[in-house]
């Protein structure tokens, strides 16, 4: 039995892990799917300070108040920022990490840096893609079933984690037992930054020929992935 922590990405809540959640379960595996701060069912709390790092001191104290241990900590787009941070603050607790098709930045880099995203709709607190956005572009290649659960679920996200540096003072710096799952058909994270990531890391390196939502489009594949590592 293995403990796996899964980071969803921006737009996103725990929910988008459900497919691969449910497969993992199966096999007799402890699989917790946080919602972060601001984000999902979540989206009334949204407020000014919700950054990158508040979101992954919210995901240590977790472990902490779980009592969980020998984690695997799994990441997707910008939850890869939170995997980093989180696995920096809670390095006792975390026994492997999987990052995939997902952002890892260098500290003080901030996502603008490495996704030039073609739209946005802000406000004050959030930013996020229009509704035709979701269903032309970013979930287009899914089954039209599937498109339009996810659509009905993404929500802005907070507004902070998409334009500020991010604080990572000794994550880079550390070994790691780690794999980095690259997705083909997506666009961002490009895969240049993906190699970056697993050359630093001395991760194994796995490869998916789907889009940037893995976890909807080939949940079986991408569960076996990261129970293997």
């Known amino acids: 039995m293995t403990v796996f922590v899964l980071i969803?990405?921006?737009?996103?809540?725990?929910?988008?892990?459900?497919?691969?959640?449910?497969?993992?379960?199966?096999?007799?595996?402890?699989?917790v799917t946080p919602t972060l701060d601001g984000c999902a069912e979540r989206k009334p709390q949204v407020r000014p300070g919700i950054t990158t790092e508040s979101h992954a001191d919210e995901i240590a104290g977790l472990l902490f108040y779980q009592d969980l241990k020998d984690?695997?900590?799994?990441?997707t787009s910008t939850g890869g920022m939170v995997l980093t941070r989180t696995a920096e603050l809670a390095r006792e607790r975390i026994s492997r990490v999987v990052l995939a098709d997902a952002l890892a930045?260098?500290?003080?880099?901030?996502?603008?840096?490495?996704v030039k995203r073609p739209t946005a709709v802000d406000t004050e607190l959030t930013s996020g893609p229009s509704q035709q956005d979701f269903e032309t572009r970013l979930f287009a290649g899914l089954e039209p079933a599937m498109r339009r659960w996810a659509v009905e679920r993404c929500t802005p996200h907070p507004i902070a984690v998409m334009r500020q540096p991010v604080r990572l003072e000794r994550f880079w710096d550390q070994a790691w037992n780690a794999s980095v799952i690259w997705c083909k058909r997506s666009t961002n994270p490009p895969q240049a930054h993906q190699r970056r990531a697993a050359d630093r890391l001395k991760a194994r390196w796995h490869e998916l020929d789907t889009g940037h939502y893995p976890m909807l489009s080939e949940p079986e594949a991408l569960a076996r992935l990261i129970a293997q590592g």
Do not use: S
Request: aromatic share 8%; net charge negative; charged share 15%.
């Open 105 to 114: 930045l260098l500290d003080g880099e901030a996502l603008p840096d490495i």
């Open 71 to 75: 984690v695997v900590l799994v990441g």
């Open 8 to 31: 969803h990405g921006a737009y996103q809540g725990g929910w988008i892990w459900k497919p691969v959640a449910e497969r993992l379960a199966a096999q007799g595996h402890v699989v």
